[in-house]
C-alpha cells in the first residue's frame, strides 16, 4: 500500500486536508502550532470505475480496489533539520513514507496564525524543500562515512553505495532535490 505523508509549515491546512481525504474528523485541526505532535493515520479506498469492468472480463469474483494511506505529520519550521521545532520528530516521520504531499498556505486570514508572520508560498515552499534536502544530505554525509570504512576493509556493495553517495551528495549541496 502507498503511503503518503501530509507535510507542510504549521498552520496551514494539513489536518483539514487530511480530514478531509480520510472523510474523518481523526486529526485535530485548531489555530495554534503544532497542534499535531503524533502523526494521524487514514486509510482511504481509491475509487475506480474500471475495476467492474475488469472484472466482468477476467471472470474475477472479488472486487479488490487499491487503497492509499495518508499520514498527518507535525508541522515543519525553519531548522528542523538541525532539530528546531519537532524538526527530528517530524523528519523520522517523513522517512517512513512513500510520498510526500506539500500543503501551501496561499490565503490571507488575520484569524490564522502563520508561523513566519506572513503569507509567502514561494518562501514556504523553500523552507520546506531546504530542510527536507538538508536532512537528506546530513544522512547521505553519515552513509558515506560508513560505507568509506567498509569500502576500505573490502566490501564491494559498501564500495558500489560510496560511489552513488559520492555523486549524491554534491548534487544535495547544490539544492537539489535527491
Same mark, same amino acid.
Given at each position: 500500500?502507498?503511503?503518503?505523508?501530509?507535510? +507542510?509549515?504549521?498552520?496551514?491546512?494539513?489536518?483539514?486536508?487530511?480530514?478531509?481525504?480520510?472523510?474523518?474528523?481523526?486529526?485535530?485541526?485548531?489555530?495554534?502550532?503544532?497542534?499535531?505532535?503524533?502523526?494521524?493515520?487514514?486509510?482511504?479506498?481509491?475509487p475506480?470505475?474500471?475495476?467492474?469492468?475488469l472484472?466482468?472480463?477476467?471472470?474475477?469474483?472479488k472486487?479488490?480496489?487499491?487503497?492509499?494511506e495518508?499520514?498527518?505529520?507535525?508541522?515543519?519550521?525553519? +531548522?528542523?533539520? =538541525? +532539530?528546531?521545532?519537532?524538526?527530528?520528530?517530524?523528519?523520522?516521520h517523513?522517512?517512513?513514507?512513500?510520498?510526500?504531499?506539500q500543503?501551501?498556505?496561499?490565503?490571507?486570514?488575520s484569524?490564522?496564525?502563520?508561523?513566519?508572520?506572513?503569507?509567502?508560498?514561494?518562501?514556504?515552499?523553500?523552507?520546506?524543500?531546504?530542510?527536507?534536502?538538508?536532512?537528506?544530505?546530513?544522512?547521505?554525509?553519515?552513509?558515506?562515512?560508513?560505507?568509506?570504512?567498509?569500502?576500505?576493509?573490502?566490501? =564491494?556493495?559498501?564500495?558500489?553505495?560510496?560511489?552513488?553517495?559520492?555523486?549524491?551528495?554534491?548534487?544535495?549541496?547544490?539544492?537539489?532535490?535527491?
Amino acid at each position: 500500500m502507498l503511503c503518503a505523508g501530509i507535510v +507542510g509549515l504549521p498552520n496551514v491546512g494539513k489536518s483539514t486536508l487530511f480530514n478531509a481525504l480520510t472523510q474523518s474528523r481523526k486529526a485535530m485541526a485548531a489555530n495554534y502550532r503544532f497542534c499535531t505532535i503524533e502523526p494521524n493515520n487514514g486509510i482511504v479506498t481509491v475509487p475506480d470505475e474500471r475495476l467492474e469492468v475488469l472484472a466482468k472480463i477476467s471472470g474475477s469474483q472479488k472486487l479488490v480496489p487499491s487503497v492509499f494511506e495518508f499520514v498527518d505529520i507535525a508541522g515543519l519550521v525553519k +531548522g528542523a533539520s =538541525k +532539530g528546531e521545532g519537532l524538526g527530528n520528530q517530524f523528519l523520522g516521520h517523513i522517512r517512513e513514507v512513500d510520498a510526500i504531499v506539500q500543503v501551501v498556505r496561499c490565503f490571507e486570514n488575520s484569524d490564522i496564525e502563520h508561523v513566519m508572520d506572513s503569507v509567502d508560498p514561494i518562501r514556504d515552499i523553500e523552507v520546506i524543500d531546504t530542510e527536507l534536502i538538508l536532512a537528506d544530505l546530513e544522512s547521505v554525509q553519515k552513509r558515506r562515512q560508513r560505507n568509506a570504512k567498509a569500502a576500505k576493509s573490502g566490501d =564491494k556493495k559498501a564500495a558500489a553505495e560510496l560511489e552513488l553517495l559520492d555523486r549524491l551528495e554534491p548534487h544535495l549541496s547544490s539544492g537539489k532535490h535527491a
